[in-house]
């Protein structure tokens, strides 16, 4: 089989950047591999940050000329990508940005117009892997399990901490996965009321205090207690869990050091309802990853639950970029890339819509 080689676009809900990996992906002997050349992330300005953060309260007009634009601008820093590491592409593959997730009312939208993106960078485009999903009566996410399933069914579970956490296991012959809850959507919030996009490392988490009623109160969200198949996005976030971040009268250390405690808490209580009686290994990937006090929080509270595998930073941070290059490349094989038993939709599809530049 041919090695094909992908950009992957990536921009979650965590709202600190795109994210581009230059992927070279092939198969052999039944079992498909990939290798991470290039990468590059490019974090938001303020201006940026905040027009995600809002779009999901623009008039459908200006959603609409928000998602041209937003295609455009993704097209252009591809381009540069292209032009500044000398790359050979066979093709983009784009999340885009998701402004509104409402499975619940058959929608999911995610701006990046895959046509502004195909022409300003020159590039065939293949993006829009949710919608489908979600016409098929599924969630539309989690998406990341097929690359689970695919590049690393070794390891018992497979969690990823973005702007959502989510978690993906095989449970009776099925690969599954949902999100959990909360991740650094939550601690990023915090940190922007001052004035800095993140708690690098965890530090300022670190110093501060448990807040045991604002902890019970986030442990308490009727999302946790759903059965899967399930997702949530940013709609939930600002109307169940803001206004317990902002009730509470704390320092800002302190809030981050509970919210921390209330994702451990929440991502353990999944583990340790579906681990094997044998030992088992979580792999941990996405921006989370990357917070040293989350991580020894989730070791402590997983006990001997499972044994924690941190790969190299690379990995951690475009894990996410580099599945939706693989699924770029299952579409136009046309395999399928989206997993009914993930998302609760009628059937496995090959979803993406193709793109190619005028």
């Known amino acids: 089989m041919k090695q094909y080689k992908v950009i992957g676009l990536m921009s979650g809900t965590s709202l600190d950047g795109l994210d581009l990996a230059y992927c070279h992906i092939w198969k052999t002997d039944k079992q498909w591999a990939f290798d991470i050349v290039e990468t590059k992330s490019i974090s938001y300005d303020e201006d ?19 998602n041209n634009n937003y295609g455009t601008w993704l097209g252009e820093e591809t381009k540069k990508f292209i032009q500044e590491k000398q ?9 885009g940005h998701t402004t509104h997730h409402q499975p619940e009312n058959g929608l999911t939208y995610q701006i990046g117009s895959g046509q502004h993106l195909a022409n300003s960078c020159g590039y065939k485009v293949v993006c829009d892997f949710r919608s489908n999903d979600v016409a098929l009566g599924g969630q539309g996410a989690p ?4 690359g689970d399933q695919l590049f690393f069914n070794t390891y018992d579970f497979c969690l990823n901490l973005g702007g ?25 919030y915090i940190t922007q009321k001052i004035g ?61 050091h509970t919210s921390i405690h209330h994702i451990c808490e929440q991502v353990v209580t999944q583990i340790k309802l579906h681990a094997k009686a ?21 070791q402590e509270k997983l006990g001997n639950a499972a044994s924690m595998v941190l790969t190299p930073p690379t990995l951690i941070e475009f894990k996410e970029a580099l599945v939706f290059a693989l699924m770029g490349v299952l579409r136009l094989e046309e395999k399928n890339n989206v997993l009914s038993s993930v998302t609760g939709a009628s059937r496995d599809s090959s979803s993406g819509v193709v793109f190619l530049p005028f």
């Open 48 to 66: 940026m940050r905040n027009r995600l953060k809002n779009s999901i309260f623009l008039s459908a007009d200006d959603l609409l000329k928000f």
């Open 87 to 95: 790359l050979s592409v066979d093709f983009i593959a784009s999340h």
């Open 143 to 146: 998406l990341v399990p097929i």
């Open 164 to 188: 959502i956490s989510n978690i993906s296991f095989v449970h009776e012959g099925n690969r599954i996965a949902y999100d959990v809850g909360l991740a650094n959507m939550i601690l990023n």
């Open 196 to 256: 800095m996009a993140y708690d690098k490392g965890g530090e300022q988490a670190r110093q501060g205090q448990l807040i045991p009623k604002m902890l019970k109160a986030l442990n308490d969200l009727a999302y946790y207690q759903l059965p899967f198949p399930k997702s949530t996005g940013y709609e939930w976030f600002v109307d169940k869990v803001i206004p317990i971040v902002d009730a509470t009268e704390a320092s800002n250390s302190d809030l981050l």
């Open 278 to 298: 044998k030992e088992n290994v979580l792999f941990v990937t996405g921006g989370g990853a990357l917070n040293t006090f989350m991580m020894e929080v989730l």
